[in-house]
């Protein structure tokens, strides 16, 4: 009795554990499913340093078990006295250079990557001025938000990072009140986001992985920054580079049209927005606003706040309580509105899109799905 209850508490224990492990394979969120070049160097270092621990994890357990099997008193007597090896030459010239050779091997390859990921040379030119055949993105960290510059372009964007894919994209990180650190599980990282000094790298998404992960990866703030810490996410949108260059094309168009409200609540809303929330916010391309995240492509967006499912109930749920959802946000106390209010905020906020076929992800899943059905039609 007592030993089937031991096996089904094994069992469970495992299937709980087979869950839990079921999550770690997702390929836009998963550092063990590396999506471009810096990922997959990473991915081998993970790889080669496991290797070489549970190898010497591996012979450490292994000759411990035959030393306590064979060394027993019962088996070699009490008077036993085993050979004395204190001082043996050859010995201690094995035990000491196995380690240093397994270390090489981990040594080697960890420098060698460490120093090639560091490499951005081709993010400025000879005369020291950014290099304009490159993407290069100033991400600045904020409790807790991500906003996302392009150099080059100067346009401004929040939570959704958008990127090219199959070649080098170049991130140049500070953090605007403490320390964060820029993660993206699939495509490497992580690098600390420092209040003072800029840290510079890049990374790689390729298309093909791109493709597989309906072109969305997940990123993640990597250093314990606060309450909220855990919500800090953002999306990356990785697409070929003519659907990038569209996107900021778009977006720099969307400046010079602006953007006028549809709707009469909408309407009202901008009028409420450009009073309450334009202290903070802003919703012009190239402008990253006073304090808030810029709300530009807002109603393009993957998530609201990072956290929530982007519709128009959640986005009133955040403005109404936001303290309820990101504990020590900067908005909580900022504004005064009333119910009414905040409904035609949001209705205004939900309209704010660039339009772009390229970067609207929704659609671009759509399209696969049409695609594939169509194709399943033909057969
Ligand atoms: Cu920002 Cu953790």
């Not at 916010?281 to 995240?293: D, L, M, Y």
């Amino acid at each position: 009795m007592k030993n089937s209850w031991t096996k089904t508490k094994f069992y469970m224990l495992m299937s709980v554990l087979a869950i839990f492990l079921a999550g770690c394979g997702k390929e836009n969120l998963s550092a063990l499913q590396p999506a471009g070049e810096i990922g997959k160097q990473q991915f081998f270092l993970i790889v080669l340093s496991i290797s070489i621990m549970l190898l010497v994890v591996g012979t450490v357990a292994i000759t411990f078990t035959i030393a306590v099997l064979k060394s027993r008193r019962s088996k070699v007597g009490e008077a036993f006295v085993p050979k004395q090896v204190a001082g043996n030459h050859k010995l201690e010239v094995i035990w000491t250079t196995i380690p240093i050779i397994l270390l090489i091997i981990l040594a080697i390859p960890t420098v060698w990557i460490t120093f090639k990921q560091a490499d951005v040379e081709d993010m400025v030119t000879e005369d020291g001025v950014a290099n304009k055949d490159s993407v290069i993105v100033n991400v600045t960290a904020y409790q807790y938000w991500w906003e996302f510059e392009y150099e080059h372009e100067g346009v401004v964007t929040s939570q959704d990072l958008v990127v090219p894919t199959d070649e080098k994209v170049f991130f140049n990180l500070k953090g605007a009140d403490v320390k964060h650190s820029f993660w993206i599980p699939s495509a490497g990282g992580k690098l600390d986001t420092n209040v003072d000094g800029i840290n510079s790298f890049y990374l790689v998404f390729d298309d093909d992985k791109a493709e597989n992960a309906d072109r969305l990866f997940y990123g993640k703030c990597a250093e314990l920054c606060g309450p909220s810490h855990a919500l800090m996410d953002f999306k990356v949108n990785a697409l070929p580079r003519e659907e990038f260059d569209q996107w900021l094309a778009d977006m720099k168009e969307f400046e010079e049209e602006g953007k006028t409200a549809d709707s009469s609540d909408a309407k009202e809303g901008q009028e409420i927005f450009n009073n309450s929330c334009m202290g903070c916010h802003s919703v012009t391309p190239t402008n990253p606003g006073a304090a808030g995240p810029n709300l530009t492509n807002f109603g393009d967006r993957e998530l609201i706040a990072g956290v929530l499912e982007h519709n128009e109930e959640n986005l009133i749920d955040w403005i109404k309580d936001p303290e309820s959802i990101k504990p020590d946000n900067k908005m909580t106390g900022a504004y005064q509105l009333n119910d009414d209010e905040i409904e035609k905020v949001a209705a205004y906020l939900m309209e704010l899109k660039v339009d772009k076929n390229s970067g609207d992800v929704e659609k671009m899943k759509k399209a696969i799905e049409a695609e594939d059905n169509d194709e399943g039609g033909d057969n």
